[in-house]
């Protein structure tokens, strides 16, 4: 016996007609297992006792033992009396050693009959092959369901990305690293949560409809409820409603859950995604700076094994402490500008106008040092960096920073040119929180579908009492595109949206 031999290719269909008659032949074979009274279809339920992991990273205690696995058939060897062939499960791939001595005649020509894509289960003894293999030599094999389509070729594989975002399941079934990417998805926000956890924050839900916009800066998807005969928003952000809860004395909060803004969609942006936001009584944005630290490098050490990663060929180096700078020193070091000096609203657009910037309607001084930074400062921001202390006119939910009441509290969080968190002291003054939201009224009512809208329940849950709190959102897509070395955020949300073919 030796499995020293060409692994075939595994042609595709290259036209519809050629893909038309595999299927054919393949509802044939289907057609004489169910006349038979052997359809696959009518299984319910299969016993498989271990894995293929569990098996490769344990061959000694697996030797010469009867095991039970289940998984995808992906390739045959034919050898006249026997056969090679692959399995795989979620965990990977092993060798199938099958021959018609140990099978019999009539299950071994059943065998022979099947097809790349099955689903299958087989019962046998493990082994190592003359080639060093680890395999398993098959004594019983069942069909648990008939792939009635081709796999795409099995050496090039499935590269096209606008077939893999929109057939996922053949992109897990044929690239393994993608599997590993989702794979990885998982252990990271479980990560998240033993962090969080250990921390003594409560994991809560709240609502995803809502009839009042708030919580961030972005255009909302509408939709309506027909018993109430009521539009409803799809959150944008769960921070109303989770400083609601710190109010109500819960001190330590987060949520991971989908978030919905109808904006562009880039290698950065889907219009459904995943944040994280937590919120802590008693502290502010200096202490979430120091959550956001811990929890970005211990997440990174246990699902990684290091602080020190490579993204796109950066090396990124995530060990705390990290770079800490304002708004207008990165605006003064990138852009050559001191916002400093800059007094008002007419000097602010003068200097706007001088270096190019596109101006929108009637800027303020602190809208347009908030465009400086994201035209010129920006871009700069690969290692870790913490901007710190932003324009209180982008800011409507953050405290004031003491003694620059055009500033407030705030951080946002760099890497790789990206944002990754962003964070605050809470306003928690009911009367300046509810002059920021009439701003925001106004700023909606000038036609800013962005803009916020007045939550009379919110300023009367800060009228009965929010304590000084830090809040710090972060977006996991973004954050698990660093971790796994993924280019668009595509590549790390299992069904991205994506525009219907015509």
């Not at 270096?355 to 303020?364: D, E, F, N, R």
């Not at 946002?412 to 929180?433: K, V």
């Amino acid at each position: 016996m030796s499995d020293k031999q060409e692994r075939p290719v595994q042609t595709e269909p290259e036209t519809e007609q050629d893909l038309n008659e595999i299927m054919l032949v393949r509802r044939a074979k289907l057609a004489e297992l169910q006349a038979a009274g052997q359809d696959p279809f009518l299984l319910v339920r299969y016993d498989n006792d271990t894995s293929v992991q569990a098996i490769l990273s344990d061959y000694e205690g697996h030797e010469g033992k009867l095991v039970s696995l289940a998984g995808r058939l992906m390739g045959k060897r034919g050898m006249g009396k026997s056969t090679f062939c692959d399995l795989q499960d979620r965990d990977g791939r092993i060798q199938l050693y099958v021959r018609i001595n140990e099978l019999g005649e009539s299950a071994y020509d059943a065998f022979r009959k099947l097809d790349i894509g099955d689903l299958i289960g087989v019962v046998g003894t493990v082994f190592r092959t003359h080639m060093g293999e680890i395999s398993i030599k098959v004594q019983v094999c069942t069909l648990l369901a008939k792939s009635l389509r081709p796999l795409p070729e099995k050496f090039h594989g499935l590269k096209d990305p606008d077939t893999r975002y929109r057939q996922r399941y053949l992109d897990l079934i044929v690239n393994p690293e993608v599997r590993r990417t989702f794979v990885m998805r998982s252990r990271i926000i479980t990560a998240i949560r033993r962090f969080l956890d250990a921390r003594d924050f409560l994991e809560v839900d709240t609502p995803i409809l809502s009839t009042i916009l708030g919580g961030a800066t972005a255009r909302p998807f509408i939709t309506h409820h027909n018993t109430l005969d009521l539009d409803l928003f799809m959150r944008i952000a769960p921070e109303l409603y989770l400083k609601r809860l710190i109010v109500g004395g819960m001190e330590k909060v987060y949520e991971i859950g989908r978030m919905f803004r109808n904006e562009g969609m880039s290698i950065k942006h889907n219009p459904e995604f995943t944040m994280m936001e937590l919120y802590q009584a008693y502290t502010d944005y200096n202490g979430m700076m120091e959550i956001t630290e811990a929890l970005v490098s211990s997440v990174a050490q246990e699902v990684l094994g290091t602080t020190k990663i490579t993204y796109q060929n950066q090396e990124i180096d995530l060990t705390p402490p990290w770079n800490r700078m304002t708004m207008t020193e990165a605006v003064l070091r990138y852009a050559g500008v001191d916002f400093g000096t800059i007094a008002d609203d007419a000097a602010a657009i003068a200097i706007a106008r001088e270096k190019g910037l596109h101006l929108k309607g009637s800027p303020v001084r602190g809208e347009i040092l908030n465009l400086f930074f994201e035209e010129f400062a920006e871009i700069h921001l690969v290692q870790p960096t913490f901007i710190l202390d932003y324009p209180v006119e982008v800011s409507p939910l953050t405290k004031r920073k003491p003694g620059r009441p055009e500033l407030v509290e705030r951080f946002e969080l760099f890497i790789t040119s990206r944002e990754f968190g962003n964070a605050y002291s809470e306003l928690n003054d009911p009367m300046d929180q509810r002059e920021r939201f009439l701003a925001q009224v106004q700023k909606r009512e000038s036609g800013d579908e962005e803009a916020n809208m007045m939550d009379d329940d919110y300023i009367t849950a800060l009228e009965h009492g929010l304590p000084p709190t830090g809040g710090l959102g972060i977006g996991i897509d973004r954050l698990i595109m660093l971790l796994t070395d993924s280019f668009s955020i595509r590549d790390v949300l299992l069904f991205p949206t994506m525009k219907p073919r015509e």
